[in-house]
C-alpha cells in the first residue's frame, strides 16, 4: 500500500474514531426536563438491574394510598410503553454514530487465465467525497437526534399528565361512589317510611310514588357511578403499568380546593417558550435546512472514489498507479433531489407556524377552563352547599317544632343529595383543569 493510500486510511480512522456512543444514550436530557417540569426523576431501564430497582420502588409506592404526585413517579417506573418510547434516542444516536463515520473501502480483484498466461487486477478506493458529506450529515443527525430527546421528554410529560388525570377521575369516582351509596340508603329508608304513611293513610299514593321513583333512580345513578369508578381507576392502572389491580389503594378524597387561582398574564409566552413539540418543531425544520444544504452539495456527483490499484499480467511485468471512479450526471443532474428537499422544508415551515398558532389557542382555552372550573368549584363550596346545610338545618328544626311534616324534609334531603354531588363534579374538574393547562404549557396536548 502507497503513501496515499496509508494518509487515506489514517484520516478514515481518525473520523471513525470520533463517533462514539455517550454513557447514557441522550437520556440525560430527558431526564433533566422531568426534574425541571415535574419535580420527579424519570428511568430508563436498560438493564435487569434497574428493572429490579425500579420494581422497589414501585412496591414502597403502592405500600400506602397512591397521591397524585405518587401515581406520577409510578407511572415513570412502570409504565412498558414509556419505557419502549425511550428507546428511540437509541435508535436516534445510533443514525447519529452511523452519519459521523466514512463508508467501507471498496477492494476490488480480477484474475483471469489463458493457458499459461494470466491477469491479475485489484484495488482498493475511498470514497472521497463523503470527506466533505459525513460533516454535513452528521449535523443533519445531531439535531434530529437533539429533536428525538425533546419528542421523547414530551411523550414523558404526556404520560405523567394522562396519569395525574386518571388519579383525578378515579379518585372523585370513588368519593361519588361514597356518597351514592349513602343517598342510596337514605331514600330506601324515605320510600319505605312513604310507604307505611300511605297504608295508614297519613301520605297520598303520589307522594308514595315520588319517593320510590327517587330511590329507584338514585340506584339507576350508583350503578352507573360504580362503573365509572371501575373504567376510571382501570385507565389508572393501566398508565402506571399494574398487572394486578388488588394492590392499588387510593384515597378517599380529592385535595381541598386552593383558597385562589394562579394568575398568569403571560401563559402564550411561557407556553412558546417552554412547549416541547414547538422546540421539536423548530429543530426539525432546522435539520431539513440543512438537509437542503446537503442535497445541494451532493446533487451532482454522489460517489467520487479514489485509491490506488495493481495490475499483474504475465509476462509482462506487474504495474502499479491509481483508480478514480465517480458518477457521471448524464441522465439525473439532482433537480428533482433539491426540488424535493426545497418542499419538504417548506413544508416544515408551515408546519411551525401551525403549531404555534394552535399552541397559542392551546393555551389560552386551557387557562379560561381553569379560571372558570375554579369560580364554580368555589361557588359551590362557598354558596351552594353551605346554603343547602342551611337550609337543610331550618327544615330539621321546623320539623322539631312539628311546623312541616317528613315528607317536606325527605324532599328537602333529596335537592341536597344533588348539590353535593355537583360539588363533587365541579371539584373534579377544577383539578383536571389545572392538570390540562399544566399539560398545555409544558408538553402540548
Given at each position: 500500500m502507497n503513501k496515499a493510500s496509508l494518509a487515506m486510511a489514517g484520516w478514515a480512522f481518525v473520523l471513525a474514531g470520533c463517533a462514539t456512543f455517550s454513557e447514557d444514550g441522550g437520556f440525560a436530557r430527558v431526564e433533566e426536563i422531568g426534574q425541571a417540569r415535574l419535580g420527579q426523576k424519570a428511568t430508563w431501564q436498560r438493564t435487569a438491574a434497574e428493572v429490579a430497582s425500579a420494581q422497589a420502588k414501585a412496591s414502597e409506592l403502592l405500600a400506602r394510598p397512591l397521591g397524585a404526585e405518587d401515581a406520577v413517579q409510578l407511572a415513570l417506573l412502570n409504565n412498558r410503553g414509556l419505557q419502549a418510547t425511550y428507546a428511540e434516542l437509541g435508535i436516534a444516536e445510533a443514525n447519529l454514530v452511523?452519519?459521523?463515520?466514512?463508508?467501507?473501502?471498496?477492494?476490488?480483484?480480477?484474475r483471469a487465465r489463458a493457458g499459461e498466461d494470466y491477469t491479475v487486477e485489484s484495488s482498493l478506493t475511498f470514497n472521497l467525497f463523503a470527506l466533505v458529506t459525513v460533516p454535513l450529515a452528521r449535523e443533519v443527525e445531531a439535531r434530529r437526534f437533539e429533536q428525538t430527546k425533546l419528542s421523547v421528554a414530551?411523550?414523558?410529560?404526556?404520560?405523567?399528565?394522562?396519569?395525574?388525570?386518571?388519579?383525578?377521575?378515579?379518585?372523585?369516582?370513588?368519593?361519588?361512589?361514597?356518597?351514592?351509596?349513602?343517598?342510596?340508603?337514605?331514600?330506601?329508608?324515605?320510600?319505605?317510611?312513604?310507604?307505611?304513611?300511605a297504608r295508614v293513610g297519613n301520605a297520598a299514593r303520589l307522594e308514595q310514588a315520588r319517593e320510590q321513583i327517587f330511590h329507584a333512580e338514585t340506584v339507576a345513578e350508583l350503578a352507573r357511578v360504580r362503573h365509572a369508578e371501575v373504567a376510571a381507576r382501570e385507565q389508572l392502572i393501566r398508565l402506571v403499568g399494574l398487572a394486578d389491580a388488588a394492590v392499588l389503594t387510593l384515597p378517599q378524597r380529592?385535595?381541598?380546593?386552593?383558597?385562589?387561582?394562579?394568575?398568569?398574564?403571560?401563559?402564550?409566552?411561557?407556553?412558546?417558550?417552554?412547549?416541547?413539540?414547538?422546540?421539536?418543531?423548530?429543530?426539525?425544520?432546522?435539520?431539513?435546512?440543512?438537509?437542503l444544504g446537503l442535497t445541494r452539495a451532493t446533487r451532482f456527483i454522489d460517489v467520487l472514489e479514489f485509491g490506488p490499484a495493481r495490475i499483474t499480467e504475465t509476462p509482462e511485468p506487474r504495474k502499479k498507479g491509481y483508480e478514480i471512479s465517480f458518477e457521471l450526471p448524464l441522465f439525473d443532474w439532482g433537480g428533482a433531489k433539491v426540488a424535493k428537499a426545497e418542499t419538504l422544508y417548506m413544508q416544515a415551515v408551515h408546519r411551525a407556524a401551525d403549531a404555534a398558532v394552535k399552541a397559542r389557542?392551546?393555551?389560552?382555552?386551557?387557562?379560561?377552563?381553569?379560571r372558570s372550573a375554579y369560580g364554580l368549584a368555589r361557588h359551590y363550596r362557598d354558596e351552594i352547599v353551605p346554603l343547602r346545610k342551611k337550609i337543610s338545618d331550618e327544615n330539621l328544626l321546623r320539623y322539631n317544632g312539628m311546623l312541616i311534616g317528613v315528607l317536606e324534609l325527605i324532599a328537602d334531603a333529596r335537592e341536597q343529595v344533588a348539590s353535593v354531588a355537583a360539588s363533587i363534579d365541579a371539584l373534579r374538574d377544577f383539578w383536571l383543569a389545572e392538570a390540562e393547562l399544566q399539560q398545555a404549557v409544558t408538553a402540548g396536548r
Open positions: 452511523q452519519a459521523s463515520r466514512l463508508p467501507n473501502p471498496h477492494l476490488a480483484y480480477l414530551g411523550d414523558m410529560l404526556r404520560v405523567a399528565a394522562d396519569t395525574r388525570k386518571a388519579w383525578i377521575q378515579a379518585v372523585a369516582a370513588r368519593e361519588a361512589v361514597t356518597y351514592m351509596e349513602q343517598a342510596v340508603l337514605a331514600t330506601e329508608t324515605a320510600a319505605e317510611l312513604a310507604a307505611r304513611m380529592l385535595p381541598e380546593l386552593p383558597q385562589a387561582a394562579e394568575e398568569r398574564s403571560d401563559v402564550e409566552g411561557v407556553a412558546l417558550r417552554e412547549r416541547l413539540d414547538l422546540q421539536a418543531v423548530r429543530l426539525e425544520t432546522e435539520a431539513l435546512a440543512k438537509n389557542s392551546e393555551v389560552r382555552e386551557a387557562y379560561s377552563s381553569y
